[in-house]
C-alpha cells in the first residue's frame, strides 16, 4: 500500500472543500424551492405539499449528514489524523480516500463495521 504523501492529502482536502460548496449550494437551493411553493389549494394539493415538505426535510437531513462527515474529515487533516481508519488504527487505502475523501474506514474496517452491524442487527 502507497503512503499517504501530502499531494493526497492536499487533492483530498480540495475534494472535500468542493464538496462542501456543492452541498451547501444545494441546501440553500432547495429551501428556496420550498419557499416559493405556493400555500393553500384544497386537500389534496396541500397533501402534495405536505408530502413535497417531508421529502425536502429528508433530503436537508441526508446533507447535513455528509457535511457533518465533510467537516470532521477536514477537522482530521487539520489535526495530522486523516487517512487512519478507525476502526484498524491502519492507513486507508489512497484509492479509496480519493474516491470517498470523507471515509474514516479502509474497506477492512468497513467490513468489520458491517459484520457487527449485522450481528447485533443495528
Request: hydrophobic residues 35%; proline residues 2%.
Amino acid at each position: 500500500m502507497r503512503k499517504i504523501t501530502p499531494e493526497i492529502i492536499r487533492q483530498c482536502k480540495q475534494r472535500l472543500l468542493e464538496a462542501k460548496t456543492d452541498l451547501m449550494n444545494r441546501v440553500r437551493d432547495n429551501r428556496q424551492n420550498l419557499v416559493n411553493e405556493e400555500k393553500g389549494g384544497d386537500e389534496g394539493d396541500q397533501t402534495v405539499r405536505i408530502l413535497a415538505e417531508s421529502e425536502f426535510l429528508n433530503a436537508q437531513e441526508r446533507l447535513r449528514r455528509q457535511l457533518v462527515e465533510i467537516e470532521l474529515a477536514l477537522a482530521r487533516i487539520q489535526n495530522g489524523i486523516y487517512g487512519v481508519c478507525e476502526e484498524t488504527e491502519e492507513a486507508i487505502e489512497i484509492e479509496r480516500l480519493l474516491a470517498i475523501p470523507w471515509t474514516r474506514l479502509s474497506i477492512e474496517g468497513a467490513e468489520m463495521r458491517e459484520a457487527v452491524d449485522k450481528r447485533y442487527a443495528r
